[in-house]
C-alpha cells in the first residue's frame, strides 16, 4: 500500500519526530487487523478500524479496551515485554519547534490508542532458530516445561469449561459454514471432503473423552494463536501474541495450545521437533494419556489453519491489504511480514490422530490425500 493511502495518523506516525523516545527511522508492516510500527527500541501495535465478527476493533473505545486486554494477557507468558497502552494524540496546530501535530503519547485529543512492546531480538525467535538449525532439544523441552506451568495455572472455572465440547462443536460447525465460499481457494474440494469426514468421524468416537475434559476443568484461558513465530528465547523464554479479541478461540482445551504449536512445526517441515514437544507437553502435563491415544503420521493441512486462512483472505480484502496472506502476527522483532499462511501437500508429520478406533482415521484418510490433524493431548 503507499504511503499516500495510509490513513493520516499512520502517515504522521512514519515521522520519527512523533515519539517521545529517540528514534532514527520507522518502519510499517500492516496484517490484515494491526499497523505495527517499528521505532527505535520500542514497538507501536495500532489495531485498525474492521469488525470481521470474529473481532470488533470498529470504535476508539473497544480498540482501547482491547489494546489493554493484550497488554493484560500478554504479561501472563511474556512478562516485561508489553509496555503498556500509548495514547495518539493531535493537537491543535504545530508547536514552536514545528514538531508533528500528531504524537505518541503527547499533547491534545485522544484520535488513537496503541501497544507499546519492547523489540525482541530477532535472532532469537524460534521460527529464526529452526531454520539455522541452532534450536536444541534443550529448549524444545524448556518451552514444552513453560507452557505445562502456565496451564497449570491458568484461570479456569466451570463457566470457563463451558467453551469445551458444545463449543469445539459449534467452532468446527461455524467453520465448515465460513470456508465454504473459498473452497478452490485456500482449500480445494478434496481436502474439504476429507476434513469434514474427520471431524464426524473423531466427535463420534471421542464424545466422552471431550466431556471428561469439560469435567475435569482441562479448559482454560490459554493462548489460543501459539506458533514458532510467538515465541523468543530471550531473558528466559517469552511466549508472546495470544488472542485477545475473541474469548471463545481462547478459552479452550489447554491440549489446543500444543496441538497447534505442533502443526506449526511439522508444517515447518520439523516433525522430530513436534513429537518431542509433543512427547515432553503430555509428561509435564501430570494428566495420564489415554492407552488408545498415540502419536500418528498425519496426512495434514490442519483445519484450523485452514479456516484461517480463509477468515484471512476475506479480511485482507476488506482491510485493503493486497499481496500475499501473512499471519495475524507482525513480529515484534521483523523488518518484513511473516511466512504466508499457506495449505501445503500432503506429507507425513509428526501431529496427533486419537479416536475410539484408527479405523475411523483410516477410513477418512483413505477419501483423500489430504487431512486435517486434530491435535490432543490426552
Not at 182 to 198: H, L, N
Amino acid at each position: 500500500m503507499p504511503e499516500s493511502a495510509l490513513p493520516p495518523v499512520i502517515r504522521a506516525l512514519l515521522n520519527p519526530a512523533a515519539y517521545p523516545h529517540p528514534v532514527d527511522r520507522v518502519q510499517l508492516i500492516q496484517t490484515h487487523i494491526s499497523y505495527v510500527l517499528l521505532a527505535g527500541e520500542h514497538v507501536y501495535k495500532i489495531k485498525k478500524p474492521v469488525d470481521f465478527g470474529f473481532l470488533d476493533f470498529s470504535t476508539l473505545g473497544k480498540r482501547r479496551y482491547y489494546c489493554r486486554q493484550e497488554v493484560i494477557l500478554n504479561a501472563r507468558l511474556c512478562p516485561g515485554t508489553y509496555l503498556g497502552v500509548s495514547q495518539i494524540r493531535e493537537r491543535d496546530s504545530l508547536s514552536a519547534a514545528g514538531r508533528s501535530r500528531i504524537t505518541v503519547d503527547g499533547v491534545g485529543k485522544v484520535i488513537e490508542y496503541a501497544v507499546r512492546m519492547r523489540r525482541l531480538p530477532n535472532e532469537r525467535m524460534m521460527d529464526r532458530l529452526l531454520k539455522s538449525g541452532d534450536l536444541t532439544g534443550q529448549m524444545v523441552r524448556a518451552l514444552a516445561e513453560r507452557l505445562a506451568e502456565f496451564h497449570a495455572r491458568s484461570e479456569t472455572s466451570p463457566r470457563i469449561a463451558e467453551y469445551g465440547d458444545w463449543a469445539i462443536r459449534h467452532a468446527w460447525e461455524e467453520n465448515l459454514r465460513q470456508w465454504a465460499e473459498y473452497i478452490g481457494d485456500t482449500i480445494s474440494e478434496e481436502q474439504d471432503r476429507v476434513i469434514r469426514a474427520y471431524g464426524e468421524a473423531f466427535f463420534a468416537c471421542e464424545a466422552e473423552q471431550l466431556r471428561r475434559r469439560v469435567s475435569d476443568l482441562r479448559i482454560r484461558d490459554c493462548h489460543g494463536d501459539l506458533r514458532s513465530d510467538a515465541v523468543c528465547f530471550t531473558d528466559g523464554i517469552c511466549i508472546y501474541d495470544c488472542i485477545e479479541f475473541n474469548r471463545r478461540m481462547r478459552y479452550t482445551d489447554v491440549a489446543g495450545d500444543v496441538g497447534f504449536l505442533a502443526m506449526d512445526l511439522d508444517y515447518r517441515g520439523h516433525e522430530g521437533v513436534a513429537v518431542e514437544f509433543v512427547n515432553t507437553s503430555v509428561g509435564a502435563s501430570g494428566v495420564k494419556r489415554p492407552r488408545k491415544a498415540k502419536p500418528s503420521l498425519s496426512r495434514a493441512a490442519s483445519a484450523d489453519s485452514t479456516v484461517r486462512a480463509s477468515r484471512q483472505r476475506a479480511s485482507h480484502s476488506a482491510a485493503g491489504v493486497t499481496g500475499p496472506l501473512d499471519s495475524r502476527r507482525a513480529r515484534t522483532n521483523s523488518t518484513a511480514p511473516s511466512s504466508a499462511v499457506q495449505t501445503r501437500p500432503a506429507r507425513e508429520g509428526g501431529g496427533w490422530i486419537s479416536g475410539c478406533n484408527e479405523a475411523a482415521g483410516k477410513s477418512a484418510r483413505k477419501r483423500g490425500s489430504h487431512s486435517a490433524a486434530t491435535q490432543k493431548q490426552g
